[in-house]
């Protein structure tokens, strides 16, 4: 019995550490306009340069993967290079000949989530410039400068149902984000969260009057996500800029540029939504 209760209390740590993840792939080309997901075509083709850089990484215990130093100063690199070498790729993201170094994958092999990162190369020094949860979802090359702009999605785990899509620019030794959130959940969350496709018209055009944004089309009033009985997400004040990706009927799905109004939601807090474009529908106005 004592040698059944030490095993489980060997094994627990492995099972509890993990997270639910909640729809962690979604079409790139609804949320951006014109996105590109052919990554060997901006993946750098040098695997010694490659692989110097990893190391460089994990011998100076800057990496917290599983089969690295953060876990066991006697892990040694070649066995962390067998298991995670297809996560790692060199883009050079501002075109200035000094590729950066990406990341993209789950760190650790009990744990669902993925994570993001991005190191800028100084010399003989590899500096993380950007970290999150979630994966590389698309790029774009920038029209006139011809830099890669790399575009990160960052799922929901658990109970949440809030997603980010981030534009990450490599500019004068910094990382300028801008970033566009959403509501879905691939369980527990009733309603068609997206249209068919998204257009990405230049026009934008403003509310008439308060209008509540929904994060699915139509009106939910009863058990819309758990606890919560309608889809509602936040009212938006008449004036609001936005823009119309798609229609279905008298529904619109819309990106708001404009805050909303301050007032309690029982799915976000109108206080970090300030400066944040937010997806949604939204009904036709009269």
Not at 157 to 170: D, E, K, N, V, Y
Not at 189 to 207: A, H
Request: glycine share 4%; aromatic share 16%.
């Amino acid at each position: 019995m004592k040698k059944i209760a030490v095993l489980l209390l060997t094994f627990l740590p492995l099972i509890s550490n993990g997270a639910i993840v909640i729809m962690p792939r979604v079409e790139a080309g609804l949320f951006i306009n014109a996105p590109r997901t052919d990554f060997d075509s901006i993946f750098i083709d040098k695997p010694n340069e490659l692989k110097n850089a990893v190391e460089w990484l994990f011998d100076k215990d800057k990496l917290s993967h599983d089969w690295t130093k953060s876990l066991n100063l006697s892990f040694e690199f070649p066995k962390y290079w067998s298991l995670f070498k297809d996560k790692w790729h060199l883009v050079d993201m501002n075109q200035d000949g000094n590729p950066e170094l990406l990341f993209s994958g789950q760190p650790y092999a009990n744990d669902e989530k993925e994570m993001f990162s991005v190191y800028a190369n100084y010399g003989s020094v590899w500096k993380e410039m950007f970290w999150d949860d979630g994966h590389l979802l698309a790029y774009k090359i920038h029209p006139r400068t011809q830099e890669i702009l790399l575009y990160h999605h960052r799922y929901p785990c658990c109970s949440q149902s809030t997603h980010a899509i981030t534009r990450l620019r490599f500019l004068k030794n910094k990382i300028y984000q801008l970033k566009k959130y959403f509501l879905a959940r691939d369980r527990d969350m009733q309603g068609q969260f997206f249209p068919s496709k998204s257009r990405f018209p230049l026009n934008y055009k403003e509310l008439k009057k308060t209008t509540m944004l929904y994060w699915s089309k139509g009106k939910i009033m009863d058990k819309a996500l758990m606890f919560i009985k309608t889809n509602e997400i936040i009212h938006y004040p008449s004036g609001t800029v936005y823009k119309v990706l798609a229609q279905e009927g008298k529904w619109k799905y819309a990106l708001m540029y404009t805050p909303p109004i301050s007032e309690q939601s029982p799915v976000v807090n109108a206080a970090n939504l300030t400066n944040v474009k937010y997806f949604g529908w939204i009904e036709e106005e009269d």
